[in-house]
């Protein structure tokens, strides 16, 4: 490699991309305004009292006694046609 090569590889290498820097700007702006939010946030939670913890009670199925069965198979497709479903 010649002198003159390495001198525009050179410059090539170390030109700017202002492209580059308005996306460099960019990102930095928008990586500032989430951390100012995030510290807004967690200002907000500590001042305001710890919230009581929510209690929802789920809906349970009825459970199946052991020796309760389900309809036979032949009686659930037959219904199931009847439903107007194909199976």
């Known amino acids: 490699m010649t002198k003159d090569d390495r001198n525009r590889a050179n410059t090539r290498f170390n030109k700017v991309d202002p492209g580059k820097i308005e996306r460099d700007t960019a990102l930095k702006a928008v990586t500032d305004n989430m951390a100012k939010l995030r510290a807004l946030r967690l200002a907000r939670?500590?001042?305001?009292?710890p919230r009581p913890a929510a209690t929802v009670k789920m809906a349970r199925s009825?459970?199946?006694?052991?020796?309760?069965?389900?309809?036979?198979?032949?009686?659930?497709?037959?219904?199931?046609?009847?439903?107007g479903?194909?199976?």
């Open 85 to 87: 479903r194909r199976t």
């Open 45 to 49: 939670e500590a001042a305001e009292p």
């Open 62 to 83: 009825k459970s199946k006694k052991t020796g309760e069965k389900g309809p036979a198979l032949a009686d659930w497709l037959a219904s199931q046609q009847s439903g």
